[in-house]
């Protein structure tokens, strides 16, 4: 399928994205750390549900197409419709929301609908914390994880000033958990 006209951020939105990145990154934590940037620093909504990638693109490029919203300009009235935005579910009854992207080639762009089923919200610090912590554990750079090995990869891979062991650490631990179980 092509996915040339969505904008999709996987390693904002997409839990079986990141766990596949998790289990089987293998470059430097240093390039890793790079490719956090993309996650920006605000909070965002984490897909958590069992559709993947191909399928939440498939699914919307369906949606669209049937109701004759697929091309770049009845996109993007439609989306004047609402204020510039739309809302769709999919089949697992997943909420998304689309938005005109910022190119004429990639003008579909798309990420989970906030408190939608099977999606958290999250912050960006928590979530690159989570990933490069993980990482850099199956890696063997740290040897567990916990409030010092979480600051270690904190300061040394993102730039982030040490946290002490509460409701953060405590989210940090959740999205390692989302991570490395199944559903």
Same mark, same amino acid.
Not at 136 to 155: G, H, L, M, P
């Given at each position: 399928?092509?996915?040339?006209?969505?904008?999709?951020?996987?390693?904002?939105?997409?839990? &079986?994205?990141?766990?596949?990145?998790? !289990? $089987?990154? %293998? +470059?430097?934590?240093?390039? *890793?750390?790079?490719?956090?940037? /993309?996650?920006?620093?605000?909070?965002?909504?984490?897909?958590?549900?069992?559709?993947?990638?191909?399928?939440?693109?498939?699914?919307?490029?369906?949606?669209?197409?049937?109701?004759?919203?697929?091309?770049?300009?009845?996109?993007?009235?439609?989306?004047?419709?609402?204020?510039?935005?739309?809302?769709?579910?999919?089949?697992?009854? &997943?909420?998304?929301?689309?938005?005109? !992207? $910022?190119? %004429? +080639?990639?003008?579909?762009? *798309?990420?989970?609908?906030?408190? /939608?089923?099977?999606?958290?919200?999250?912050?960006?610090?928590?979530?690159?914390?989570?990933?490069?912590?993980?990482?850099?554990?199956?890696?063997?750079?740290?040897?567990?994880?916990?409030?010092?090995?979480?600051?270690?990869?904190?300061?040394?891979?993102?730039?982030?000033?040490?946290?002490?062991?509460?409701?953060?650490?405590?989210?940090?631990?959740?999205?390692?958990?989302?991570?490395?179980?199944?559903?």
């Amino acid at each position: 399928m092509e996915i040339l006209p969505f904008i999709y951020l996987q390693m904002k939105h997409q839990r &079986s994205y990141l766990q596949d990145l998790a !289990g $089987n990154y %293998t +470059k430097p934590l240093e390039e *890793l750390s790079q490719q956090l940037k /993309s996650i920006g620093n605000s909070k965002m909504d984490l897909y958590t549900g069992a559709l993947s990638t191909l399928e939440i693109l498939e699914e919307i490029k369906n949606q669209l197409l049937q109701n004759d919203h697929f091309q770049p300009i009845d996109y993007k009235n439609w989306l004047q419709e609402n204020n510039g935005y739309q809302k769709i579910q999919l089949s697992d009854q &997943s909420s998304w929301t689309l938005r005109l !992207g $910022n190119t %004429t +080639k990639q003008y579909i762009h *798309l990420h989970p609908g906030r408190h /939608s089923k099977d999606t958290i919200r999250v912050s960006a610090g928590v979530l690159k914390t989570a990933i490069i912590t993980l990482i850099a554990a199956n890696q063997q750079v740290i040897e567990t994880i916990d409030e010092k090995s979480i600051n270690e990869v904190r300061i040394t891979y993102l730039n982030l000033s040490p946290i002490k062991w509460n409701q953060t650490t405590s989210q940090i631990s959740k999205i390692i958990r989302l991570l490395t179980t199944e559903n």
